[in-house]
């Protein structure tokens, strides 16, 4: 049986094309590289948008490596025996998010064919919404950006709310709204700065410009709070980027917080833990949305059993940050995400963008 013989990874800086903030002008982006007994590479990543890059690579560096080296090369069971081993440093975050780069270079050398066919590809193309984090535009910034999108021929578009002052924020939605017109879906991300009294009055201010969903209203983890907020907005609850373990989305689930689950691959694990939410969901006969990454998430839409869409945050894409060498897996063109043919994964990073990052 082929086994682990040995992980490496690499910390990357990689500029932000369009800073997310005075304080995100770049993301941290993890490489690494898992090699078998018999000779094969595999190659995952981990991201971290604003904090933790340092301590996540020195956790694959260190414990993980040395919890990887030996284990079987299958996805499922190396994540259990992985999460079991270092789930006393923490059961979600740090944790998690390293050890998605060890799990999703074992799903790139178990899909030779392709991700999309080794999970079961449901459907061709799936639809795109245009995602900015633009809290920090001016309003004609904002209004240009959804200008943008909608004459890319994006279904949807999403903004970002929460600033201090309601009334600002209710002028936002309504310029943008004004600005593509009424059939273009629109929601709004709050980025969990509201407290649930805020939330109820911020809901019925954006009543008048039918949300498709309000995204993250208050703190991930109150689940009470988000219970007692569906049951009487009137407007879709999206949750679930800061929600790391199964576990976790299942007690979600099991309360009612929320209408669509939107994990992150990276965040949750990987590929292997990624999947198991998902069955969850639809049990729930909830959607999964999956957050951010579009090369990877563009991939797993297309084999999800509930329809969904993918997010594309404006020049924020791996390919469109530089990292990626060649064509990508995925690609976005009239409002439509497309999986490429390649092998594994398809993530091909530039080895002299990389150079440059380090």
């Known amino acids: 049986m082929s086994t682990v013989a040995e992980v490496r990874s690499t910390l990357h800086r990689v500029p932000l094309v369009r800073p997310w903030g005075p304080d995100t002008t770049h993301i941290h982006v993890i490489v690494t590289r898992l090699t078998t007994s018999d000779g094969r590479t595999g190659t995952g990543f981990s991201w971290a948008p604003n904090s933790g890059g340092r301590a996540v690579h020195a956790l694959l560096e260190s414990d993980i490596r040395d919890a990887a080296l030996g284990l079987p090369v299958?996805?499922?069971?190396?994540?259990?025996?992985?999460?079991?081993?270092?789930?006393?440093a923490g059961r979600g975050g740090l944790t998690t998010i390293a050890l998605a780069a060890v799990d999703l270079a074992l799903w790139d050398l178990h899909a030779p064919e392709g991700l999309a066919p080794a999970l079961g590809r449901r459907r061709e193309t799936v639809?795109?919404?245009?995602?900015?984090?633009?809290?920090?535009?001016?309003?004609?910034?904002?209004?240009?950006?959804?200008?943008?999108?909608?004459?890319?021929?994006?279904?949807?578009?999403?903004?970002?709310?929460?600033?201090p002052d309601l009334a600002a924020d209710v002028e936002r939605v309504a310029a943008v709204r004004e600005?593509?017109?009424?059939?273009?879906?629109?929601?709004?991300?709050?980025?969990?700065?509201?407290?649930?009294p805020r939330a109820l009055r911020a809901i019925d201010a954006l009543r008048p410009y039918d949300l498709d969903w309000v995204e993250e209203p208050l703190p991930a983890d109150d689940i009470q709070a988000y219970t007692r907020l569906?049951?009487?907005a009137g407007v879709p609850i999206a949750l679930g980027e800061n929600t790391h373990t199964p576990w976790q989305f299942?007690?979600?689930?099991?309360?009612?917080?929320?209408?669509?689950?939107?994990?992150?691959?990276?965040?949750?694990?990987?590929?292997?833990?990624?999947?198991?939410?998902?069955?969850?969901?639809?049990?729930f006969d909830v959607p999964v949305y999956p957050h951010l990454l579009p090369e990877i998430s563009g991939q797993?839409?297309?084999?999800?059993?509930?329809?969904?869409?993918?997010?594309?945050?404006?020049?924020?894409?791996?390919?469109?940050?530089?990292?990626?060498?060649?064509?990508?897996?995925?690609?976005?063109?009239?409002?439509?995400?497309?999986?490429?043919?390649?092998?594994?994964?398809?993530?091909?990073?530039?080895?002299?963008?990389?150079?440059?990052?380090?």
């Open 127 to 163: 639809p795109v919404y245009g995602s900015g984090v633009n809290r920090h535009y001016p309003l004609d910034e904002l209004v240009a950006q959804a200008e943008r999108w909608a004459a890319a021929g994006l279904p949807a578009i999403k903004i970002k709310v929460g600033l």
């Open 179 to 196: 600005a593509i017109g009424p059939d273009i879906r629109l929601m709004v991300d709050a980025n969990q700065l509201w407290d649930l």
């Open 250 to 283: 299942r007690d979600l689930l099991t309360a009612g917080a929320c209408d669509i689950l939107q994990p992150n691959v990276i965040r949750v694990g990987g590929i292997t833990p990624f999947l198991r939410i998902v069955e969850l969901a639809r049990a």
């Open 74 to 88: 299958h996805p499922a069971v190396a994540y259990d025996r992985l999460w079991w081993r270092l789930h006393e």
């Open 300 to 358: 797993l839409a297309c084999c999800l059993p509930l329809p969904c869409m993918v997010e594309d945050v404006e020049d924020a894409s791996f390919a469109d940050l530089g990292l990626l060498a060649g064509e990508p897996p995925v690609r976005i063109e009239n409002g439509l995400a497309r999986v490429g043919v390649h092998s594994g994964l398809g993530f091909h990073f530039d080895p002299e963008f990389l150079a440059k990052t380090s």
């Open 230 to 232: 569906r049951a009487v």
